[in-house]
C-alpha cells in the first residue's frame, strides 16, 4: 500500500518526541518518529464516466469526495 493519499498529497512526516522532563535541556534522549497519516484503500465509482476507481486516500480525502463529488474531486487532483 502506498505511503501517500493520491488526492491530497498527504505523505509520512518525522518529528521528534521530547518527553516532558527533558524539554528544558539541550539534547534530546527520545529519537525521532515518523507520523503516518491515516490512509484507507477506497474504491471509488464515477457515475459521469461510468468507471470505478481503486485509490489510496486519506480520511480527509473521503470527506472531501463526500462533501463536492467524486468527479470534481478526482479531477481538481489531477487522476482523471
Same mark, same amino acid.
Given at each position: ?27 534530546? $534522549? ?5 507520523? /503516518?497519516?491515516? &490512509?484507507? %484503500? +477506497?474504491? !471509488?465509482?464515477? $457515475?459521469?464516466?461510468?468507471?470505478t476507481? /481503486?485509490?489510496? &486516500?486519506? %480520511? +480527509?480525502? !473521503? ?16 487522476i !482523471?
Amino acid at each position: 500500500m502506498a505511503k501517500k493519499c493520491e488526492v491530497t498529497g498527504k505523505s509520512s512526516v518525522v518529528g521528534g518526541g521530547y518527553s516532558n522532563r527533558i524539554r528544558a535541556t539541550q539534547f534530546n $534522549p527520545v529519537g525521532k518518529r515518523v507520523r /503516518k497519516p491515516n &490512509l484507507q %484503500t +477506497k474504491k !471509488i465509482y464515477v $457515475p459521469e464516466l461510468n468507471k470505478t476507481f /481503486k485509490l489510496t &486516500l486519506s %480520511t +480527509k480525502a !473521503i470527506r472531501m469526495i463526500n462533501k463536492n463529488g467524486a468527479y470534481n474531486t478526482l479531477k481538481k487532483a489531477g487522476i !482523471i
